[in-house]
């Protein structure tokens, strides 16, 4: 039997984009996928401008913006209003907040079986990695060194081998069950009803400001709408549901939609569910550093701030290259430590601003009565509108410093940093600051996204980057050297992790982060 280097279960969005990041250090991957292609759903269609900016890293950012269902019709921002021909209280983009000093991208919304698609395509590149759709993991089991997989196809059982397997597969994860990891509910359940059908009719019935997502805002029930693919009438909605109905088919949807929307149109139904809302957390992200959770398996949010897909690609980015360095024996595993050290207060932070978008809506509707008091209940919404898109702060500008690989610098503050707003920081701990080099090419066109990179912004200093170079190829792996103009940041030297967090900065190179950081974790 073959064994894999890491089986990754479950082949959505951050499973392909984990075996993307294992395909760029040649790891033997295998990936089991339940579902025979992209599920038709409604979910996790907006990408933000850090999730674009590890598109770059894939090579996959113009194909993901070419295929953004932005349009003249429907642009890329949210709406609240009454109902679709009521009145609008507030619009509201991320990308507003964003310029090409702080990110060379924009978030794009598609919906999430296009992204799926691409990242799909783009596996297919890596001779390292194997794709099996139709298998559904029954069982996971230890045995000595290895962890032994069995899938089922059709009314086949097969076993796989691996030295690391990777859960991405969903909030009802399997492999963390297994694990015997507690999925934590940091909130009670809401029923929500999701609904995807397909109209040409209904464009026509909207007069308020036009977006890609609308909040109505009238009914007592807690509603959105958006559109999937304006070409193809696709549309979908989320509606949460306090009623008495034990089966989706006891509702006339039909009318719900009439209802909420303030249009009568005409319409087909392609898909509709209940599903359970909840804040989840897993309370660990590894088990015995072999099995560890990413994504959905790892923390459940709430659709209020499309943090969810977001943090699930960080997860994937910050754990792809610490398994690749200790497969390929050029770190301790113990390197494995730090994946939950570092993600888990970035997931925790996330979950609890989702919940606070959730929970702020549902206050407001019981607050202000918008048939008594229009007025302040327009007013609190342009409040909220800005709360749930001003996040810059937490989408980029996280940081991870409760870490062994962070050597910070004597006085660095470790304030997280205000949500609302993202003040790019060239220190130790943080994502790389953006900066345009030469031939205004994006400073992420240029990292390397499989060593260390050292940055070196001074002049005169060929024998220094040569002898650390040496240094730390002897002590974990190879190290590329970036020489750009003098003063393009504001120290001399960061040394840049392959997941492009900063884990040290000098005006003079020393040894102190080898003692101090590096030292624990090299073979």
Partial sequence: MKIYDVIIIGGGPTGIALGIELGLHNISTLILEKYPAPLLSPRAQYINARSMEFFMRWGLDDELKASQISSEEFPNQAVWCSKLNGNTYAVSSSNDQLNDDLSPQRSVRLPLWV??????????????????KEYEVINIGLEQDHLIISAKNNSQT???????????????????????IDFKNLTPAKRVISVVFETTDLKKHI?????????????PISSAIGSINPSHGLWYAQIIYDGDAETIDEIDIDQ???????????????????????????????????????????????????????????????????????????????????YEMERL????????????????????????NPRDNLEEFAKANIILAKQFTRTLGLTMGYAYFNSPLTHLFD????????????????????????????????????????????????????????????????NLSNLKILILEKNSYSCKYILVRPDWHIAYISDELDESYFELCLSNFTK
Wanted: hydrophobic share 45%; proline share 4%.
């Fill in 411 to 474: 006085g660095q503050s470790i304030a997280p940093m205000l949500k609302i707003t993202y003040q790019p920081i060239a220190a130790p701990g943080y994502f790389l600051p953006h900066i345009w080099v030469s031939n205004k090419q994006s400073i992420y066109s240029v990292l390397s996204a499989i060593n260390w990179t050292l940055i070196v912004s001074a002049d005169n200093c060929a024998d220094l980057i040569q002898a650390w170079q040496n240094k730390f190829n002897q």
């Fill in 115 to 132: 992204t799926e698609g691409i990242l799909r395509d783009k596996l297919q590149t890596f001779p390292s990695v194997s794709f099996l």
């Fill in 158 to 180: 097969i076993n796989y081998k691996a030295t690391y397997v990777v859960a991405c597969d969903g909030a009802n994860s399997i492999t963390r069950r297994q694990a015997g």
């Fill in 256 to 338: 719900l939609m009439n209802e909420l929307t303030g249009c009568t149109f005409s319409k087909k139904i392609i898909n509709t569910h209940f599903w359970d809302m909840h804040i989840q957390l897993a309370e660990k992200f590894s088990y015995e550093n072999r099995i560890f959770l990413v994504g959905d398996s790892a923390h459940a949010f709430v659709p209020a701030g499309a943090f969810g897909l977001n943090t699930g690609f960080g997860d994937v980015v910050n754990l792809g290259w610490k398994l690749a360095a200790v497969i390929k024996k050029q770190a301790q595993p113990n390197l494995l430590e730090t």
């Fill in 207 to 219: 007069s308020v400001t036009k977006g890609c997502l609308f909040y109505l805002l009238e009914s």
């Fill in 345 to 368: 207060p970035v997931c925790l932070r996330n979950l609890e601003a989702a919940q606070q978008n959730a929970d702020d809506m549902t206050a407001l509707r019981k607050k202000y």
